[in-house]
Structure formats: C-alpha cells, structure tokens
C-alpha cells in the first residue's frame, strides 16, 4: 500500500513539472521578439513594440529598443525614428545620440531604450523606420 502512495505522488510530481516546463516553454515562444531594423558600422539596432510597463494590463503602448556595438571600441550613434500608420509618417522624432561601450569579441554591448511618438497615439502606429544618421568612434 505504501508502494502505491508513493507511485500515485511520483506521477502525479512529474506530471506537474512537465506541465510547467511545456507552458513555460511555449511562453516565451510566443513573446514578442525584437527585429533587425538597421545597421551600420558595426552597430545594429533592433526594435519591437511592447507595454511601457510590462506588469500593468493598462500600461501604453512603446516602441522597445536595443542597440547593440561589436566595435571593439566605444561608439556614439545619432539616430532618428519615424512612426509610421497607414504606409506614411506621421511623426519623426528628433534626432537621438547615444553613447555604447565597447563590444568583445562575439558579445557585443547592448543598451536597451523606450520611445513613444510625441504627438501621435502609440495605439495607432503600425509600424517604424529607424535610421542611423551617424556612428562615430569614441
């Protein structure tokens, strides 16, 4: 009888973590991944749209960026994004310069921004194009 217990709790144990594992899994599968917009000089930009504040079911609409440098020395990249709806931009944000460190070989050095048109609602952007003015060596 004790046998038995112990089977019925083993199965019932490992069930419960496969279960776990699979949704797990499938989650992050379904997140939302950042996609190549531009690169230049050895400094990629990636972006995608996201919540501003991912815990809050209300929390507005952001365009989410990451920056990567596999320069092996610091850059300053100056960049400009236009939020576009309906196949035209409706609004171009000002120029925008960020400093990066210096990459390692096959690690580059990531800086992860947040930006939302000034004027128009995030809501209604369906989509970006970033374009990188200027990399300069530091």
Same mark, same amino acid.
């Given at each position: ?11 019932? +144990? ?21 996609? !190549?917009?531009?690169?230049? @000089? ?16 209300? /929390?507005?609409?952001?365009? !989410?960026?990451?920056?990567?440098? /596999?320069? &092996?020395? &610091? ?9 576009? @709806? ?8 000002? #120029?925008? +310069? ?14 992860? !921004?947040?930006?939302? &048109?000034?004027?128009?609602? &995030?809501? @209604?952007? @369906? ?7 200027? #990399?300069?060596?530091?």
């Amino acid at each position: 009888m004790n046998e038995k217990n112990f089977y019925f709790r083993y199965m019932k +144990t490992s069930t419960f973590i496969l279960i776990l594992c699979a949704f797990v899994f499938t989650s992050k599968q379904a997140a939302a991944q950042f996609v !190549l917009s531009t690169a230049a @000089d050895s400094v990629q930009i990636f972006t995608q749209w996201g919540k501003e504040k991912p815990m809050k079911k209300e /929390s507005p609409k952001v365009l !989410l960026m990451r920056i990567e440098n /596999s320069n &092996p020395q &610091p850059v300053e990249v100056s960049f400009e994004i236009n939020f576009i @709806d309906e196949l035209r931009v409706v609004e171009t944000s000002n #120029v925008q +310069t960020i400093k990066i460190g210096a990459g390692k070989a096959g690690k580059p050095k990531k800086v992860k !921004l947040k930006f939302k &048109p000034a004027k128009y609602n &995030p809501e @209604d952007v @369906d989509g970006v194009d970033v374009s990188i003015e200027e #990399v300069s060596r530091q």
